[in-house]
Nanobody
Framework: QVQLVESGGGLVQAGRSLRLSCAAS????????MGWFRQAPVKAREFVATIGWRGLSTYYADSVKGRFTISRDNAKNTVSLQMNSLKPEDTAVYYC???????????????????WGPGTQVTVSS
């Protein structure tokens, strides 16, 4: 059974940075794409960023492109999301998730991800 735990969320002012981390147990994730999603109040969960299993390919939602950076450390079985220049509209619960095995592309759909963490709250004040 795969377990994911996100950390690093919190309350920050607009323009500041946060770094989210996702630690996995129960499975080695080095062969899987990994993704970050977020869900704001009364909104659907949406794609934020994904990284390929080798860490060579990344893809971002337009809303975070140029501000967020996804990375992974396969030796530590972790995935991170560096969030810079945060905006109030980035306020949401952020989730990491396990994507497809050995996929060549960059999956962005929720249905392509099998395991999810409980999420970490990010609140950006104006």
């Amino acid at each position: 059974q795969v377990q994911l735990v996100e950390s690093g969320g919190g309350l920050v002012q607009a323009g500041r940075s946060l770094r989210l981390s996702c630690a996995a147990s129960g499975r080695t994730l080095s062969s899987y794409a990994m993704g970050w999603f977020r869900q704001a109040p009364v909104k659907a969960r949406e794609f934020v960023a994904t990284i390929g299993w080798r860490g060579l390919s990344t893809y971002y939602a337009d809303s975070v492109k140029g501000r967020f950076t996804i990375s992974r450390d396969n030796a530590k079985n972790t995935v991170s999301l560096q969030m810079n220049s945060l905006k109030p509209e980035d306020t949401a619960v952020y989730y990491c998730a396990v994507g497809p095995l050995y996929v060549l592309g960059t999956p962005t759909r929720l249905g392509e991800y099998d395991y999810w963490g409980p999420g970490t709250q990010v609140t950006v004040s104006s």
